[in-house]
Structure formats: C-alpha cells, structure tokens
C-alpha cells in the first residue's frame, strides 16, 4: 500500500482530490499547501501536506486578502453603509482632489482610479500605519485619467479600501472583519494576527528565479522605475524590502494591511467564501443581491500595471483564461505567495488553497487549479 502523503480528511465520493493532491506532493519533496472546499455549507474536502505544513498552520497570503477585504465591503453594501455607485468623495471628502470628485466607489475599488501610488513612492511605515499614505493618496493626481482604464492597485486598493471602511463604519477595516467575520464565525484567517498566533506562521519561501533570461528580462521591464507597473510596486523607493521579506515580518502581520497582509490557511479562505454563499455557520453573510452587486465584472482587458488581461469586480477577481475556476458568477482573489480563494455561487463551490513556496510567475499556484481540477471530476 502506497504511504498517505497528505493529512486531514475528505467526504465520500471526493477522494479524486485527495489523490490529485498526494500525487503533486509526491512529485516535489519541497512543496507543502493546505486545501479546502466547500460543497454549499458542507465542508467536503480539508487536507494539508508537506513537511512544512501542519493541521493548524497559517501563511502570508499577499493579494488573497484583497478577496477577504472585499467580503467586508459587501457587509457594508448589505447594511447600507456604502453606495458602490456614489462618489467616493460624498464619504471621505478630502479624495475630490485633482479631479477625483467624480470616481465612485464601484470604479475606485475595481482598479479605475489611477491610484497605483504615491509620488516619490511610500515607505513600509507609511503602508503599515495607513493615515498618512492615505491622506497622500487623497492628494495624489491620478497616473491616468480614472474610468479610462484599470491598472493592478497592488498596495495601494488596501490603502483605500480600509479609509472607506473608517469613514462609513468608523472601525478599521481590521477591526470590522474580526469583530463581525472573524470571531462572529469562528473563521482561521487574520487580518491583523494577534501575538498569541505566532508560532503557528510557516515562514514563506522565496521564489526561484525562472531560467529563461528572456523571461526575467520582461519582469524587470514590466516592474522597472518609472513605469507604471513600478509604480505600483512601489519601486521608486530603493530601501523598499523584497515581498518576502515584508510578508515574513511581524510588523506586517500585526498591522495586516487589507491589500496584502491577511495570514491564513486554506480551510479560512474557504469558509469565508462559502459564508458569502451558503447558511456556513448558521446563516449566509451576504444576501444573494448582494453577492450579484459586489461581483459583477467591472472592467476586462489590457492591464496598465500587470501587462497582461486581467478582470475585476468590485476588489474580486473574476474568472479568465489564467484563473479558470469557475463560472461568470464566480468571483475570487489569488496572492503572488501561490494562494487562492474563491467562490461560485453557479455551483454551490467554494474553495480555499495556500502554500509556503512563492511561485513564479507569482499568482495562484498551477497546482491549486489542478486540485480544483479533480474537484470538477468529483462533480462539485
């Protein structure tokens, strides 16, 4: 009998996915992940595996939380606390500067805005404390005129997600989703960890550089000072640390920016999401109106930041040719740190992945799209 490779367990008529997962771990000796899925509110499938990888270990999850962050803003949707069709100047009238006064709420949190960053770039301090980047931010003239197009907000949509979220609710964002998400329904996924959390953190690995000179040379171009992508990746400022190295400090992880600072693990990511469209802990977070508001596509095409197509709704990712998860009504958000979660309410399926190596490029994990694969076979 073959060694069981992978911890945790999966429902009856799931073990396609068990199997898929054992036979990619069986393949590199180094990768560790946790996986997790939902079938409505029933938790079908809860596996971690790798020798870095524990029943109760957490991860960086870098841009996932974006996903997380917009869960927040269809709270307020649903509590008619925020209007995604009002300027975003009629909560935090300080944004109507430099011809800002007409951007609403819908296109300044699906990447419209022409807010990659800052001028003259931002420090870690500035990113981690918030006020004063998002005073900067209010001030900032926009690098395209907003609507025009959408370029990829990398840090700075946390920025200004977490400012709507004090001005509508007067909570920090962090604050919002532990006190109503997190501890309401019991959810393994942090957006400020407290200290008690520490040692369960798998420090992310690094990713390796790709061989290809071509390719390397075609990210650097992409991400290089001066360019839009680099502005948005905020390298006008040289002292500024390599991702890893952020998301492997405790200063990240206390302050939990809602751009990239979210720690958790596959199961969380999953039960956030099946909160959104299924009775998960006794009742649905989100109404289905207002699931539909919150994830309808926004904008499609040529990404100024990221170069490549992408598609937005309200903070969430949707579906495309790269992140081929679901139907048009499933909506999601990977991380560069190789985690996914996502949601289709086509389907019922809500699924949540997380690993300790960065891949690259950076994004979801190849392998979390396989899973997902063998998740299809199992009819989910």
Known sequence: MAEQLSNGVVQPGYEPVRERFEALLAEDPGYSASVAAYVGDELVVDLWGGARMRQDSIVT???CTKGVSGICVGLLVERGLLDLDA???EYWPEFARHGKAAVTVRQLLSHQAGLVG???GFTVAELLGHERLAERLADQRPYWQPGAGHGYHAMTIGVLTDELVRRTDGRTLSAFYTEEIRLPRD?????????????????LLPPELPEDPELVAAMQAT??????????????????????DLANSTALHRAGPPAMGGVGNARGLAKLYASCISDVSGARLL???TVEAVTRLQVVGD????????RFATLFQKPDQRLTYGSHRAFG????????????PATGLSFGYTTSEMPLPGGADSRALLIHGALLICGA
């Open 61 to 63: 999850t870098f841009s």
């Open 87 to 89: 300027p975003v100047s």
């Open 118 to 120: 800052v001028d003259g």
């Open 187 to 203: 959810v393994d996924f942090f957006i400020g960890l407290p200290e008690s959390e520490d040692g369960r953190v798998v420090p």
């Open 223 to 244: 991400f290089a000072r001066g360019t839009i992508g680099g502005i948005a990746m905020n390298a006008e400022v040289a002292e500024f640390p390599p991702l890893v």
């Open 287 to 289: 109404s289905p109106e």
């Open 303 to 310: 990404d100024l930041v990221l170069g490549m197509p992408t």
């Open 333 to 344: 958000h990977d991380g560069v740190g190789g985690g996914i979660g996502f949601a289709d």
